[in-house]
Nanobody, 122 residues
Framework: QVQLVESGGGLVQAGGSLRLSCAAS????????MAWYRQAPGKQRELVAG???????NYVDSVKGRFTISRDGAKNTVYLQMNSLKPEDTAVYYC????????????????WGQGTQVTVSS
């Protein structure tokens, strides 16, 4: 069974930094796209950043220049370095994996982590 385990969330003051990690497990050979989403209370879930298997990143406009997404060499772990955090960044952050190869098979859908809370105080 594929599982995504997130870590690194917490409470930080405005202007501070956090680094989120997400490790995928479950006999994974490769992952097509990994991404971070977030959802604030009363808001729709939004894509924050994504990174392809080739290492190409993209970001929502509100975090460009502040957040950096990256993957490890095995491409089963994704990170989100968050700098210059703002109160509006407060949300539950979810790791997402889109398209996973396992034992010669490919699942083209999405896997989700459990979410990790990021709270940025004023």
């Amino acid at each position: 069974q594929v599982q995504l385990v997130e870590s690194g969330g917490g409470l930080v003051q405005a202007g501070g930094s956090l680094r989120l990690s997400c490790a995928a497990s479950g006999s994974i050979f490769s992952i097509n796209v990994m991404a971070w989403y977030r959802q604030a209370p009363g808001k729709q879930r939004e894509l924050v950043a994504g990174i392809t298997s080739g290492g190409r990143p993209n970001y929502v406009d509100s975090v460009k220049g502040r957040f950096t997404i990256s993957r490890d060499g095995a491409k089963n772990t994704v990170y989100l370095q968050m700098n210059s955090l703002k109160p509006e960044d407060t949300a539950v952050y979810y790791c997402n994996a889109h398209g996973i190869y396992q034992r010669g098979t490919y699942y083209s859908g999405d896997y989700w982590g459990q979410g990790t809370q990021v709270t940025v105080s004023s």
